[in-house]
């Protein structure tokens, strides 16, 4: 309890400086644009809430309770592995520094022509964005001295923290949800649900959010299955690594698009990249 309640304290600081089966009159078409509309409605919710003086936005909260519930996730990983929880611990508690730091770079990297010129606004805890790819690799990078520092084995850490990264995901996604970035492209599909894009133009779109949410949860169930049958150290991480990325390359197609935007955007290319390298890596590994 100690643990997790520093954990909430620590990371309160870092937020705040980050800031047709049928046939009938009603078509399912139809049934689900009305579902979609309902839903977008109750989920929509850029202002959590506000009490007095006190303004609490959905993105960083979901943020906040991911990084909670992620660690917590990634203690009892650790228990099971039998690693010293404390030092799992301590290293995702540092680790969460730069993934928040590389997520922030890489998103304004892929958006320099619009802080080129306001260099202020890359820091700005009212100025949300981020890429989740620029914290993973930046907090690998990172985790080679901290994980030695800390006499962790890098493969076994990694085979643990991805409990703690796929719960972040979920929250972070239903953040963007409530928040409103991150939107699908405009569909008529039965999945389509009435969301706003960053612009608040509200209209049927592919809940790319909710989508990618589902997808971590099914990756995290897959992790606890497989958690016992790894080959060798790392795989899990591999596998999970892989997974996501091909799902997020593919889920890339269904989100809105900036005009004249190429085809093949960024979030594309490095989840290509670590699709490839993680299966070629598991291929050779595993056949040792």
Known sequence: MVFLWFLALSSTLILWRSGSWFRSEIS?????????????????????????????????????????????????????????PFRVYVATLVLI??????????????????YRNHLHRIWDRHDGGGAMYGGLVASLLVSVPV?????????????????????????????????????GRVSTSWLAVQ???????REPR??????????????FVFAIIFRTHSPFPGALFLLVALGYAGGRWLMEFSREREPGSPGFNLAQAVSLAITLLCASTLTVYWRQ
Not at 99 to 108: P, Q, W
Not at 160 to 177: E, H, K, P, Y
Request: charge should be positive; proline fraction near 5%.
């Open 97 to 114: 520094v730069p993934a928040l730091a590389g997520s922030r770079l890489l998103y304004v990297a892929s958006k320099w022509g619009l």
């Open 28 to 84: 399912l078409a139809g049934v689900g644009m009305a579902l979609g509309g309902a839903a977008g409605n109750f989920f929509m919710r850029p202002l959590l809430f506000k009490w007095r003086s006190l303004t609490v936005y959905s993105f960083p909260a979901m943020l906040y309770v991911g990084l909670v519930l992620g660690v917590f996730a990634g203690n009892l990983a650790a228990h099971a592995a039998h690693m010293d």
């Open 206 to 219: 592919i809940p790319t959010q909710i989508l990618e949410a589902a997808w971590a949860a099914a990756l």
């Open 195 to 201: 969301l706003p894009n960053h612009r608040g133009v």
């Open 147 to 183: 994980l030695r520092a800390l006499h962790l084995s890098f493969p076994t850490f990694w085979d643990v923290a991805v409990f703690t990264i796929l719960v972040g995901i979920v929250f972070t996604r239903i953040g963007c949800l409530l928040n409103g970035c991150c939107a």
